[in-house]
């Protein structure tokens, strides 16, 4: 049981990328999935997340407008499509998925949550 993730690296800013957070082991269904991220010297932030406020989606301020979050259940992937980005966006990013009952929007989450290994993403101005 796990998740990995894919798709970071060095874009400029403004550019876009896409994030995978793939299942091995289970599938989604009753989970939520959410994507954080950690920039060296900083706390770790909720950036987005899908099926974790009653079923919607959610969105941190810094991203919302810029960020799409999506699911293909067909292959039990979720994936962060970051748009605009800025070099503030710079941080490794994390997946993490829970079971929906115990998440409320970028709340809920820990230890007790299942976590992906992070991928690098680097925005140069």
């Known amino acids: 049981v796990q998740l990995v993730e894919s798709g970071g690296g060095l874009v400029q800013a403004g550019g876009s990328l896409r994030l995978s957070c793939a299942a091995s082991g289970f599938t989604f269904d009753d989970y939520a999935v959410g994507w954080f991220r950690q920039a060296p010297g900083k706390e770790r932030e909720g950036v987005s997340c899908?099926?974790?406020?009653?079923?919607?989606?959610y969105y941190a301020d810094s991203v919302k407008g810029r960020f799409t979050v999506s699911s293909d259940n067909a292959k039990n992937t979720v994936y962060l499509q970051m748009n605009s980005l800025k070099p503030e966006d710079t941080a490794v990013y994390y997946c993490?998925?829970?079971?929906?009952?115990?998440?409320?929007?970028?709340?809920?989450?820990?230890?007790?949550?299942?976590w992906g290994q992070g991928t690098q993403v680097t925005v140069s101005s």
């Open positions: 899908i099926n974790c406020l009653d079923g919607n989606t």
């Open positions: 993490a998925a829970d079971l929906e009952a115990v998440i409320s929007g970028l709340t809920g989450w820990g230890t007790t949550s299942l």
